[in-house]
């Protein structure tokens, strides 16, 4: 099933055969509740339409709006984009579950990151600022980490938040 547009449209060049196949996707993309037949329809309607008024998109679809092999293909490819909407739409809580998992090993190497290293002056001095605003004794910052400073501090502002 992967390999149909290699199989599709091949009196076409391969710039037409591209231009196309864009084409062909937006269409399916535009109009997601159509069936694959509704589609090759629509899209020839359109076609039809564009070549009256004598502003066609794609010149060379002229020829072909009335071949059989041409709405056959355009029917397979319909057939191709709706198959690949369901597969994406299978695998989407697998991808929404891995993008997960990589947020929480993200914010679990960033923590491991943070225990290696010294507070920041501006941690430190906001540290400061923020016990003596709250009454809090103040604990030893000279072995602290950033990760131990970060922790201080939200626990002093969930503790306001909460009172």
Known sequence: MQNIKNSLFLYLTPRQKSQILGTLKSYSKKFPTFSS????FKFLEDEKYYLDI???????????LDDDK????????????????K???LIQPYLDQQKELSKIQRKKAQEYKMSKLKPTKKQ?????KITKAHGIEKKDVSTAS???VR????????????N
């Open 37 to 40: 037949e509704e589609l090759a």
């Open 54 to 64: 004598e502003n066609p998109h794609f010149e060379f679809v002229g020829e072909y």
């Open 70 to 85: 041409f709405l056959r293909d355009l029917k397979s490819f319909f057939n191709f984009c709706e198959y690949e909407k």
């Open 87 to 89: 597969q994406k739409e």
């Open 124 to 128: 430190l001095f906001y540290y400061d």
């Open 146 to 148: 950033r990760l131990d």
């Open 151 to 162: 922790n201080w501090i939200m626990e002093i502002l969930e503790e306001n938040e909460n």
